[in-house]
């Protein structure tokens, strides 16, 4: 069974920055693109920023753009997410998510296979 272990959420002011790391674990796996998206109350679950197995090719949304960035480790089947001048609305739910068998950058969460439990990241101003 995969599993995606997300870590590195938190309470931050304004301006401030986090880093949220993501393992995945169960079994080998094949070519795969890893996403973050995130979930504030109220709204839908929004992507923020995928990679593709390769690491060359990223998208992100446009509200995160020059702020944050995505780097991966095939070798130890990490994902991580630095974010930098973090903003109030930036305040989220955040989830790692894994699609199988990829070698895009899917930006929509329905194409995604597997999803991390989420973790809080909370700005303040």
């Known amino acids: 069974q995969v599993q995606l272990v997300e870590s590195g959420g938190g309470l931050v002011q304004a301006g401030g920055s986090l880093r949220l790391s993501c393992a995945a674990s169960g079994r080998t796996f094949s070519t795969y693109a890893m996403g973050w998206f995130r979930q504030a109350p109220g709204k839908e679950r929004e992507f923020v920023v995928g990679?593709?197995?390769?690491?060359?090719?990223?998208a992100y949304a446009d509200s995160v753009k020059g702020r944050f960035t995505i780097s991966r480790d095939n070798y130890k089947n990490t994902v991580d997410l630095q974010m930098n001048s973090l903003k109030p609305e930036d305040t989220a739910v955040y989830y790692c998510?894994?699609?199988?068998?990829?070698?895009?950058?899917?930006?929509?969460?329905?194409?995604?296979?597997?999803w991390g439990q989420g973790t809080q990241v909370t700005v303040s101003s």
């Open positions: 998510a894994l699609d199988d068998y990829e070698l895009g950058v899917p930006t929509r969460p329905k194409e995604y296979d597997y």
């Open positions: 990679i593709s197995w390769s690491g060359s090719n990223t």
